[in-house]
């Protein structure tokens, strides 16, 4: 196969340190999560902690999708954190993708990014509601989706653990990653409310969510947590039917650790 290895112009990873870098990929480093799907592991470099996201090679039809009609999870990853950051959002700095392919079917990909040092993900908000300053980070966090919206940004994978977050004199800042799955358009009113149905199905959190945003786009705040909650349901619903059903028909797979 051969290896297709694009690098940001200001980084100071060239193709031999990279090369270096993923050659004894799944040995070394610190993984991160389980590696269940796609695997993630800190690497270091010259004293400079680097994130690479390893893609689970794709089936078949993929290999031939992403070798000729589509670009590959780790090029959008990359491209859209330049697009993010040129726009004014933040995520951790791109560094390089590498894409393994051959003559016909596409294989292994990387997305390398700088390791962002960050306090703690939305998660932590959801998981618990004690959590100090909750309310505040919420209306926070509100205020940065209304920037992603009017910006054109259709984050869809907005979930608890794709936003990072970190504590300063000013306030709170908030990274987004996982970054594949993005659309740039001009998005309705029940696009950008259904844009919050990953996060919790929390009435308490929902509530403060809508009342935040019901203030930023200037509706009734009683309209917003209506279509709110109803896009909250909908999502849950739906995830527990697709989980119930690959429980009972792909019992086979291997289980998440």
């Known amino acids: 196969m051969s290896i297709k290895i694009h690098i940001h112009e200001e980084s100071v990873l060239n193709r031999e340190s990279i090369q270096h870098m993923l050659k004894n990929f799944s040995a070394e480093g610190e993984l991160i999560g389980t590696g269940y799907r796609n695997v993630i ?13 390893a893609f689970k090679v794709p089936n ?67 998981d618990d509601p004690s959590t100090d300053d909750y309310e505040n980070i919420l209306r ?18 907005h979930s608890p653990g794709n936003t990072l977050i970190k504590k300063d004199a000013d306030g709170y800042k908030f990274y987004l990653v996982d970054l594949n799955r993005m659309e740039f358009k001009t998005l309705s ?9 990953r996060l919790s199905p929390k009435d308490e ?19 917003v947590r209506e279509r709110m909650f109803h896009f909250s349901q909908q999502f849950s619903s739906s995830f527990k039917k697709r989980e119930a059903f690959k429980k009972k ?9």
Do not use: C
Request: glycine share 4%.
């Open 41 to 53: 592991r800190i690497l270091d470099v010259d004293g400079q902690r680097y994130n690479v996201k």
């Open 60 to 126: 078949l039809v993929n290999k031939i999708v992403y070798r000729f009609f589509r670009k590959s999870k780790a090029e959008r990853s990359f491209l859209y954190a330049e697009k993010l950051l040129a726009s004014g959002i933040l995520t951790p700095n791109p560094i390089a993708y590498v894409e393994h392919t051959s003559l016909i079917v596409f294989g292994k990909s990387y997305y390398i990014s700088e390791q962002l040092e960050y306090d703690f993900t939305i998660r932590k908000i959801v």
């Open 140 to 157: 926070q966090f509100t205020r940065f989706t209304f920037e992603l919206h009017e910006k054109g940004i259709h984050f869809l994978d």
């Open 189 to 197: 009113y029940d696009e950008r409310l259904a844009n919050f149905a």
């Open 205 to 223: 959190m929902l509530e403060i969510l809508s009342d935040e945003y019901a203030k930023l786009i200037g509706k009734p705040h009683s309209e």
């Open 249 to 257: 028909y792909y019992f086979w797979r291997k289980k998440k650790s």
